[in-house]
T-cell receptor, first 110, second 112 residues
Framework: DAKTTQPPSMDCAEGRAANLPCNHS???????VYWYRQIHSQGPQYIIH???NNETNEMASLIITEDRKSSTLILPHATLRDTAVYYC???????????FGTGTRLQVFP | NAGVTQTPKFQVLKTGQSMTLQCAQD?????MYWYRQDPGMGLRLIYY???????DKGEVPNGYNVSRLNKREFSLRLESAAPSQTSVYFC???????????FGNGTRLTVT
């Protein structure tokens, strides 16, 4: 399974876009990039995933570089409720193993 | 539609005691997982089950056993609890293919 590298922490002002980077330089052609977040000590919450095209849903956008070696999760208008730990994970297509790293702690401030 | 339900929510054990953590999902998912999360750390995969009747080891399986009782239920057993197993345990489920994982709210276990 490919490894991911994320900064341990980031800050963002409320109302601004939060851009969370992830490096996955050893990603294989059949591995998807997934993003989850964990608020306080709750169970992680799925945000978005993609293979090579950019993806957008009601929560966030995912930008994957053309060489697929890195990606960025964008929260377009961060709110205080977006304060959480964000995990970037790569997952081999159609397998059942999902390995989490240590994530990025995002602090949104007023 | 409750999603993924874990019981109990909290548990305190003495070293050497045994217990079973229960997990049930009502989404008809094929795959189920057990993770542990130590304070200030990410999640580590203990065991997973791709389908009823199958189980596989994850990153940290030592000291644990699992049972996929049926499609809905996946239990995690600690036969002889150790202080190093103090952690928050999360159960999750998903369909196969690219479906995201749905997590329960965790069981907070302390072993003294």
């Amino acid at each position: 399974d490919a490894k991911t590298t994320q900064p341990p922490s980031m800050d963002c002002a409320e109302g601004r876009a939060a851009n969370l980077p992830c490096n996955h330089s050893t990603i294989s052609g059949n591995e998807y990039v997934y993003w989850y977040r964990q608020i306080h000590s709750q169970g992680p919450q799925y945000i978005i995933h993609g293979l090579k095209n950019n993806e957008t849903n009601e929560m966030a956008s995912l930008i994957i570089t053309e060489d697929r070696k890195s990606s960025t999760l964008i929260l377009p208008h961060a709110t205080l409720r977006d304060t959480a730990v964000y995990y970037c994970i790569v997952r081999v297509f159609d397998t059942d193993k999902l390995i989490f790293g240590t994530g990025t702690r995002l602090q949104v401030f007023p | 539609n409750a999603g993924v339900t874990q019981t109990p929510k909290f548990q305190v054990l003495k070293t050497g005691q045994s217990m079973t953590l229960q997990c049930a999902q009502d989404m008809n998912h094929n795959s189920m997982y057990w993770y542990r999360q130590d304070p200030g750390m990410g999640l580590r995969l203990i065991y997973y089950s791709a389908s009823e009747g199958t189980t596989d080891k994850g990153e940290v399986p030592n000291g644990y056993n699992v049972s996929r009782l049926n499609k809905r239920e996946f239990s995690l057993r600690l036969e002889s609890a150790a202080p190093s197993q103090t952690s928050v345990y999360f159960c999750a489920s998903s369909d196969r293919s690219r479906s995201p994982l749905h997590f329960g709210n965790g069981t907070r276990l302390t072993v003294t």
